[in-house]
């Protein structure tokens, strides 16, 4: 079946730090990818849609500015939080889906930020 | 797409079977019915789909009523890995805009 990696796992770092998180599709190929984010005892909301060889759409209220995707391959899409505040802190998470073989969306791990 | 209610939590026995309910009285005649869990610190996790036919797979099955206004997911043998938030969306097949709503907190008792 579908998997989906995101890598790093977790992260802590100091306020000021940009910080790269990675959504790899394993064994298919992508050509949408979503971000979401989630903070404690919240649901997930979704941040942008990254579009492989497009600029990514982003959702309302979130400033692309601060939230720079990139999907330059069909396997890969980053999230990068540029000059990270505390208020960041949160978990991120990716998924993508095989529109090949129809397959449903499947999610990464997600990477839990925490900025100091 | 179409909104989704569900209980906010459920408790259930170890070893008996959990019935998760979920009302979308407002879903199109071409949208789907997903559902996913997401396990404490962990990504959504795939559980099943269906349109307007009963679907099983080796998780869960689904029983979606005639009129499709409301379905339910049944774990036949549930085990303290099942506790987890069970979300229940509605989308259109081709729209892959996942809409996560505050889900169901099921909680396995041994």
């Known amino acids: 079946g579908a998997v989906v990696s995101q890598h790093p796992s977790r992260v802590i770092c100091k306020s000021g730090t940009s910080v790269k998180i990675e959504c790899r599709s394993l064994d298919f190929q992508a050509t949408t990818m979503f971000w979401y984010r989630q903070f404690p005892k919240q649901s997930l909301m979704l941040m942008a849609t990254s579009n492989e060889g497009s600029k990514a759409t982003y959702e309302q209220g979130v400033e692309k500015d601060k939230f720079l995707i990139n999907h330059a391959s069909l396997t890969l899409s980053t999230l990068t939080v540029t000059s990270a505040h505390p208020e960041d802190s949160s978990f991120y998470i990716c998924?993508?889906?095989?529109?090949?073989?129809?397959?449903?969306?499947?999610f990464g791990d997600g990477t839990r930020l925490s900025i100091l | 797409d179409a909104k989704t209610t569900q209980p906010p939590s459920m408790d259930c026995a170890e070893g008996r079977a959990a019935n998760l309910p979920c009302n979308h009285s407002t879903i199109s005649g071409n949208e789907y019915v997903y559902w996913y869990r997401q396990i404490h610190s962990q990504g959504p996790q795939y559980i099943i789909h269906?349109?307007?036919n009963n679907e099983t797979n080796e998780m869960a099955s689904l029983i979606i009523t005639e009129d499709r206004k409301s379905s339910t997911l049944i774990l036949p043998h549930a085990t303290l890995r099942d506790t987890a938030v069970y979300y229940c969306?509605?989308?259109?097949?081709?729209?892959?805009?996942?809409?996560f709503g505050t889900g169901t907190r099921l909680t396995i008792i041994p």
């Open positions: 998924s993508a889906s095989d529109r090949v073989s129809n397959q449903p969306q499947h």
């Open positions: 969306i509605v989308l259109n097949f081709g729209n892959e805009k996942l809409t």
């Open positions: 269906g349109l307007k």
